[in-house]
């Protein structure tokens, strides 16, 4: 089980940065939108299903694109029996080797709820010919749940808020009083009921 969340974390984490894809943005999960985070509507914009046990969908406000929006909210569902922990925990596995390697840029935060539910906001960016092209402030939200055929689930319901090129430094400017309001909202926003089909629960 561990494998398979380590490999569907890998596919969340590639997924922040997804532009242009051919893939529908038909509702797979029960939550057609559209969506409110703060005083902004977002609207279902792409959908995917990775792997058998994961499925994503991303919303954006109206008339934003994949490859160019400012806010989006995604919901990433994982079927799985693997903690709220062990999927933060991987996630900062993740964000410690980008840091590492290759984004000066990264740093996070973590808190947990007295019910279980763990939230993880932390920045990324894309570096080109040393130049920051792409900063990218992040909250995820980390709940267990079941599914109305009893399978144990992940949620992660997560929000983005993007700047680019000459921008980048009045975001990161104003993100330093805006972040405890992004995470204050997160914190008072319901997650979505979803509902998907029957399908076998992956092997251990």
């Known amino acids: 089980m561990i494998r398979n969340l380590q490999a569907t974390i890998c596919l969340v984490i590639g997924l922040i940065f997804v532009s242009s894809f051919a893939w529908a943005s038909s509702d797979r999960i ?7 985070f703060g005083k902004t509507a977002f609207e279902l914009a792409w959908s995917n299903q990775p792997s058998y046990q994961y499925y994503v969908q991303k919303y954006l406000p109206k008339g934003e694109t994949l490859e160019d929006f400012s806010q989006q909210l995604a919901i990433h569902l994982v079927i799985t029996n693997a903690k709220p922990e062990a999927a933060v925990q991987e996630q900062i596995r993740y964000l410690d080797e980008r840091q590492d390697s290759f984004d ?24 080109e010919d040393d130049c920051l092209t792409l900063v990218e402030f992040n909250i995820y939200r980390y709940k267990q749940i079941r599914l109305s055929n009893n399978q144990p689930a992940l949620i992660i319901y997560t929000y983005s808020a993007r700047s680019y090129d000459d921008q980048i430094i009045p975001f990161l400017e104003s ?14 926003s319901e997650i979505p009921s979803v509902e998907i089909g029957i399908y076998p629960f992956p092997n251990e």
């Open 175 to 188: 993100l330093v009083s805006e972040r405890v309001g992004y995470l204050n909202q997160m914190i008072l």
């Open 104 to 127: 000066p840029v990264v740093n996070y935060a973590v808190s947990k709820s007295p019910d279980g539910e763990y939230m993880l906001d932390f920045l990324v960016s894309e570096i």
């Open 30 to 36: 029960g939550v057609a939108g559209p969506l409110t």
